[in-house]
T-cell receptor
């Protein structure tokens, strides 16, 4: 079974600085998708960024970028120019396209990010 | 606006009672999911449904039941057999096709507390 591990339960960063959240996963598949979701205090889950395993290029979305290392099964999230609104719980998630059936997301334990003004 | 509506936002259950959490979507998504969130454990899959009148157990289905009589609705019942039901419950949906690979849409959640 696929597993996702986030080894940093909590992280903090000064406003305007850069922070990197770690994620590793275990899979025997070659074709899969990885996601970072943000859960602010409202508890609404928000998709931050997505990476296809077949793409070598790292995904970027404005201040958010990933470092995808397929061989190492690592998928870290870098937040540049941190803002107070970035404070949230961040979840790494894995999805394998099924041959048939629903696509099930597997989540890591989460990292709580605090932004210090 | 299209989205997922979960109700109620807060729910209190007495010991031995069954309670039902509502999840409704107007996104025309085929697939729907229920996750449970506990501190330090991330989100764990309870049940999922690919199409109407069909659903499958997830990783922690014991003590829960679901139905999928309509495409828009996927209610979750927390039964008295669930020994530790206090948690935050999230409902999600996806198209059930290759476009699901863009990620799920989540509801805003229900906080269930046993009193």
């Amino acid at each position: 079974a696929q597993t996702v591990t986030q080894s940093q339960p909590e992280m903090s960063v000064q406003e305007a600085e850069t922070v990197t959240l770690s994620c590793t996963y275990d899979t025997s598949e070659s074709d899969y998708y990885l996601f970072w979701y943000k859960q602010p205090p409202s508890r609404q889950m928000i998709l931050v960024i997505r990476q296809e395993a077949y793409k070598q290029q790292n995904a970027t979305e404005n201040r958010f970028s990933v470092n995808f290392q397929k061989a190492a099964k690592s998928f870290s999230l870098k937040i540049s120019d941190s803002q107070l609104g970035d404070a949230a719980m961040y979840f790494c998630a894995y999805l394998r396209p099924p041959i048939q059936g629903a696509q099930k997301l597997v989540f890591g334990q989460g990292t709580r990010l605090t932004i210090n003004p | 606006d299209g989205g997922i509506t979960q109700s109620p936002k807060y729910l209190f259950r007495k010991e031995g009672q069954n309670v039902t959490l509502s999840c409704e979507q107007n996104l025309n998504h085929d697939a729907m999911y229920w996750y449970r969130q506990d501190p330090g454990q991330g989100l764990r899959l309870i049940y999922y449904s690919q199409i109407v009148n069909d659903f499958q157990k997830g990783d922690i289905a014991e003590g829960y039941s679901v139905s999928r009589e309509k495409k828009e609705s996927f209610p979750l019942t927390v039964t008295s057999a669930q020994k530790n039901p206090t948690a935050f419950y999230l409902c999600a949906s996806s198209t059930g096709t290759v476009f699901s690979l863009y990620g799920y849409t989540f509801g805003s959640g229900t906080r269930l507390t046993v009193v």
